[in-house]
Nanobody, 120 residues
Framework: QVQLEESGGGLVQAGGSLRLSCTAS????????MGWYRQAPGKQRELVAR???????TYADSVMGRFIISRDNAKNTVYLQMNSLKAGDTAVYLCYTDRVATTEGMSDYWGQGTQVTVSS
């Protein structure tokens, strides 16, 4: 059983910064991809950023140059540093792990989500 624990969301003024963290716990051997999606009310879930185990990153165009994803493989933790936040970044941010290898096999997992609200 793998659990994802997210933290770091909250309310911030436009132009401000927040840092999200997500730690995966359980009998984990490795995690291929860790990343973040977000979902705003009435909108589809969209990829924000993701990072492979060997450090390759992908960003949504809308956050390029403002957000930075990083991960600590030893701690099974992924971070999202969000700078120059805009009202349009308001959403629930969900941690995502792809191809998590455990004693029970390989699966994908999602976190519960953390709310990020940017006031204009």
């Amino acid at each position: 059983q793998v659990q994802l624990e997210e933290s770091g969301g909250g309310l911030v003024q436009a132009g401000g910064s927040l840092r999200l963290s997500c730690t995966a716990s359980g009998s984990i051997f490795s995690i291929a991809i860790m990343g973040w999606y977000r979902q705003a009310p009435g909108k589809q879930r969209e990829l924000v950023a993701r990072m492979t185990r060997d450090g390759r990153v992908t960003y949504a165009d809308s956050v390029m140059g403002r957000f930075i994803i990083s991960r600590d493989n030893a701690k099974n933790t992924v971070y999202l540093q969000m700078n120059s936040l805009k009202a349009g970044d308001t959403a629930v941010y969900l941690c995502y792990t792809d191809r998590v290898a455990t004693t029970e096999g390989m699966s994908d997992y999602w976190g519960q989500g953390t709310q990020v609200t940017v006031s204009s």
